[in-house]
C-alpha cells in the first residue's frame, strides 16, 4: 500500500513521523516532499489581508468624510460656517466610526478566540508537505488513522502489488 497525506508545515507532521517510526514503519519506507509555489503564482500580485487597526482607519475615514459631508451642508445655517463644521463633523465622524469599528472587533476576536484568527491567516499562505507511506495493507487504517489524528489535510490511499 502507499499511503499520501498532506500537511501544513507544523510541529503535527514531525509528530505524525516519529509515531510512524515508533509503530514499525521503516524510516527508509517514508518520503517528505515539501512542495513549492510556482514562480508565477509567487509574483503575482495576492491581497493581504489587513489587520483590525488597519480596517478600523479606513471605515474611520469613510465616516469621517460621510460627517464631513453632514458638517458642511449644516454649517451654512450655524454661526461658525460650513468650512469650520466640516472639519468638526469629519473628527466626530472619523472618531465615532474608528471607535465602533474597533470595538466590533474586539468582540468579535473574543467570541471566536484569537487564536482562531490569527492560525487561519498563516495556514493559508504556507506550503504544504506531502508525505508518502509505504506500508503493509495489514497497516494501512493504522498509518492514515495516525496521519488524521496529527492534522492532514488529506489523506490518500493506493492499493498496487
Not at 476576536?109 to 507511506?133: C, D, H, M, W
Amino acid at each position: 500500500m502507499l499511503i499520501v497525506g498532506v500537511f501544513a508545515h507544523c510541529t503535527e507532521l514531525e509528530l505524525a513521523l516519529s509515531l510512524l517510526e515508533h509503530n514499525g514503519i521503516k524510516q527508509s519506507w517514508i518520503m517528505v516532499v515539501p512542495m513549492d509555489r510556482s514562480q508565477d503564482a509567487k509574483s503575482t500580485f495576492s491581497p493581504r489581508i489587513a489587520s483590525d487597526a488597519e480596517m478600523a482607519f479606513e471605515i474611520g475615514m469613510a465616516g469621517g468624510t460621510a460627517f464631513s459631508v453632514v458638517g458642511v451642508s449644516l454649517g451654512f445655517s450655524l454661526y461658525l460656517g460650513p468650512l469650520l463644521w466640516g472639519v468638526i463633523f469629519a473628527v466626530i465622524g472619523f472618531l465615532l466610526a474608528f471607535g465602533i469599528t474597533l470595538l466590533v472587533k474586539r468582540k468579535k476576536s473574543a467570541r471566536f478566540g484569537s487564536k482562531y484568527v490569527r492560525n487561519k491567516n498563516k495556514k493559508a499562505n504556507q506550503p504544504e508537505i506531502t508525505v508518502l507511506i509505504q506500508c503493509e495493507k495489514e497497516r494501512a487504517g493504522k498509518v492514515s488513522q495516525i496521519l488524521w489524528e496529527h492534522e492532514a489535510i488529506a489523506v490518500g490511499e493506493l492499493a498496487y502489488e
